[in-house]
């Protein structure tokens, strides 16, 4: 049941902090506190390429892993949603991983680009929820997420769970690579095991959150920023945001703003900003600076320091704690779909059914 919330919705929002903090318990050594992977069925330090698929969510969990794998463990990247590149054949190298990423383990589309992935000679490892899947069944390994069953249609635990597990193969793939000595990889690993406790506080913005929520539910139109690896959480805001509340969101790359979508930009259509001041802050600020000047209201998430330098240009400033910039995208994940959330109870639409969308896409 619902555990007296009003949405299973809800419920699953409150269960960030559990589903991140038993995910990492199972792939943490309980003595040395040092993330414990199960072998890989490849040698990780000569491993040529990974290609990251997947659909909705679980794409941006992967554009996050993108960010991470390619900065700490210096891998080169292929990443595209599964039903493009089911059908653009892209060169493969010999023995790349194939690394895929889904909730119910029974998305059509991945499950294709799987199977394509394998017959042409790629490891295949699944982070899945489900692990008792077709997909987990079908890889050559599964690293599970431990987020519990989740039933509101929108995905909101399984994705900071697909997050935890992704940040945890980096630190494993940088170790086994002689890329992170042990100092980082402890600096890497303590953010990551302090993550839960840093989500309860989130948990505490239920209200705050509620007043940007009230700018939101009045528009037609509303822009997602952010840069590096808060962009996906962007997408991920912009996505939840359409899910659930039936707004229209779009997410850009801060930078591009002055390529076109500024042009949008007047009091109507409020900007969303996921801005931590340890990730190309100035950037984005001036970025922020530049949409003020035309009439934008902007709304963000941030931390203490950030706040004290977008305080004069920010309608809604939701301050979140300080945390290692390497797992600010897990944290400023679950404000952002609490944002969607409140708008949604503000539009009173149905937020664990949202109209025209299944918990699982079993057709193509
Ligand atoms: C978004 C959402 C969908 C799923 C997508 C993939 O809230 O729920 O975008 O993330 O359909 O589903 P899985 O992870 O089961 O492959």
């Known amino acids: 049941g619902k555990d007296g919330y009003r949405h299973f919705m809800e ?7 559990v589903a991140i903090g038993q995910t990492l318990q199972r792939i943490t050594d309980s003595v040395t506190r040092r993330i414990a992977l199960p072998p890989m069925p ?12 997947a659909c909705g969510s679980a794409f941006y969990a992967g554009m996050v892993g993108r960010y991470w794998l390619e900065e ?9 949603v599964a039903s493009e590149l089911r059908y653009r054949n892209p060169p493969q190298p010999n023995h790349g991983l194939a690394l895929l990423i889904s ?13 394509e992935l394998k017959a042409a000679g790629q490891h295949v490892v699944s982070v899945l929820n489900v692990e008792h899947s ?7 390994l599964v690293l599970g997420m431990v987020a519990g069953p989740e039933i509101s249609v929108a995905s909101t ?13 980096t630190i494993d793939f940088a170790r086994q690579r002689g890329l992170i000595d042990e100092a980082k990889e402890r600096e890497l690993t303590d953010s990551l095991l302090d993550l839960p406790s840093h989500a309860m506080e989130v948990l505490g913005l239920f209200d705050q959150i509620r007043g940007m929520a009230r700018v939101i539910a009045q528009a037609r139109d509303i822009l997602y920023l952010g840069r590096g690896i808060c962009m996906p959480i962007a997408q991920e805001g912009a996505l939840k945001l359409k899910e659930i509340s039936y707004i229209h969101a779009e997410a850009y790359a801060a930078g591009e703003l002055k390529h076109g979508p500024i042009s949008l930009i007047d009091p109507s259509v409020p900007v969303v900003a996921i801005a931590p ?33 977008l305080k004069d240009i920010a309608e809604h400033i939701i301050i979140l704690p300080d945390v290692n910039a390497f797992v600010a995208p897990i944290l400023y994940t679950i404000p952002v779909q609490i944002l969607a959330y409140e708008v949604a109870l503000l539009k009173g639409t149905d937020v664990d059914q949202p109209r025209n969308l299944a918990k699982s896409v079993t057709v193509e």
């Open 103 to 115: 909730q119910s383990g029974e998305t059509a589309d991945t499950l294709g680009v799987l199977r």
């Open 157 to 169: 635990k399984a994705f900071t769970a697909q997050l935890s597990v992704l940040a945890a193969l």
């Open 11 to 17: 419920k699953e929002l409150h269960e960030h902090p």
């Open 72 to 80: 700490l463990a210096r891998l080169p990247i292929d990443i595209d």
């Open 277 to 309: 001041s340890t990730i190309l802050f100035e950037k984005t600020l001036s970025n922020l600076q530049e949409a003020r000047a035309r009439g934008g209201r902007i709304l963000v998430f941030t931390d203490a320091k950030g706040a004290e330098q």
């Open 134 to 140: 077709t997909m987990g069944r079908e890889s050559d």
């Open 42 to 53: 490849f040698d990780v330090a000569t491993l040529p390429r990974v290609t990251i698929t």
